[in-house]
């Protein structure tokens, strides 16, 4: 029970990682808030957590709305006492080659996967700020942070930016003993990534040096430790879990 104890809220926690990550929290005894836009996805989520014996909650939210960030910490607060650990994890891909890429997409895949992760890790620190204890904050960056990737623009200067960013609240943040780490995701089989996993299939491009495709529950083991007290004197990096993905391509 290396969570016992604490309060998380998991963004776009109704599907795929942030599904795993709140499940996986609440196997290790953390108290659980999910909050989505996708409220039905959302109440499953907190569903199979409060069947792990610990306090599910969903908040239906747009992670691009500052009211709805500052809602969300509001209403985990008032249901389950306190916020320890905040993943950022909420994100959308648009895919489309460069010279083609509308900028209503772009716009798009700025909004929800930079500024989304901008206004909410606000209003979490503020939150753990004023607690006064400390803190985890976790954002879900990706591989393509570190590896630029063909028809993905937008997504890639998205991650690229969220790594930065978390460099920054890191360094800001480290004063009230609250770390911010990045996640570095591969190639992942979630919804977000079955378009890109079949392509990858029927090119028979490399997925990762390990030969596999990534599980939800991969990320969350790594999610896991960085919220635990384990991870205490952690901050301010990405860590990939991408079986080797970032390193770059295998010789055949
Ligand atoms: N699956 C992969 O291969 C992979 C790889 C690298 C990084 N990631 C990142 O991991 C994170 C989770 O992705 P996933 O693969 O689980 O995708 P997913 O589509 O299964 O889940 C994403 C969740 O975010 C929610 N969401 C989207 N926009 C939102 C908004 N504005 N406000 C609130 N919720 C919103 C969706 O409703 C969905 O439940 C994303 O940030 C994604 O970029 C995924």
Same mark, same amino acid.
């Given at each position: 029970m290396r969570l016992a104890g604490k309060v998380?809220?998991? =963004?776009?926690?109704?599907?795929?990682?942030? /599904?795993?990550?709140?499940? /996986?929290f609440a196997e290790e005894g953390a108290d659980v808030a999910v909050a989505d836009v996708n409220r039905q996805g959302a109440?499953?989520?907190?569903? !199979?957590? /409060? #069947?792990?014996? =610990? #306090?599910? %909650?969903?908040i239906e939210a747009d992670v691009t709305s500052r009211a709805d960030c500052e809602r969300i910490v509001r209403e985990t607060v008032a249901s389950l006492g306190k916020l320890d650990i905040f993943v950022a994890n909420a994100g959308i891909g648009r895919g489309a080659p460069f010279l083609e890429l509308a900028e209503d997409d772009w716009e798009a895949v700025i909004r929800t996967n930079l500024t989304g992760v901008f206004l909410s890790c606000q209003a979490a620190a503020r939150q753990m700020m004023g607690q006064g204890h400390g803190g985890r904050i976790i954002t879900m960056a990706s591989v393509a942070a570190e590896r630029a990737m063909e028809w993905m623009a937008a997504y890639c200067a998205s991650k690229g930016a969220v790594r930065m960013l978390t460099k920054v609240m890191a360094l800001e943040l480290a004063p009230h003993r609250i770390t911010v780490n990045a996640i570095g995701p591969g190639v992942i089989d =979630? *919804?977000?990534?079955?378009?890109?996993? !079949?392509?990858?299939?029927?090119?028979?491009? $490399?997925?990762?040096?390990?030969?596999?495709?990534? $599980? *939800?529950?991969?990320?969350?083991? %790594?999610?896991?430790?960085?919220a635990s007290d384990e991870a205490d004197y952690v901050t301010g990096g990405i860590i990939f879990v991408d079986g080797g993905l970032a390193i770059g391509p295998r010789r055949r």
């Open positions: 998380a809220l998991v =963004t776009g926690g109704a599907s795929g990682i942030g /599904r795993g990550v709140a499940i /996986r109440e499953e989520t907190a569903a !199979e957590v /409060r #069947r792990l014996q =610990t #306090r599910g %909650l969903a =979630t *919804p977000l990534a079955a378009p890109l996993i !079949e392509m990858m299939k029927a090119a028979q491009a $490399e997925i990762a040096p390990l030969g596999r495709v990534g $599980e *939800p529950k991969d990320v969350a083991d %790594l999610a896991l430790f960085l």
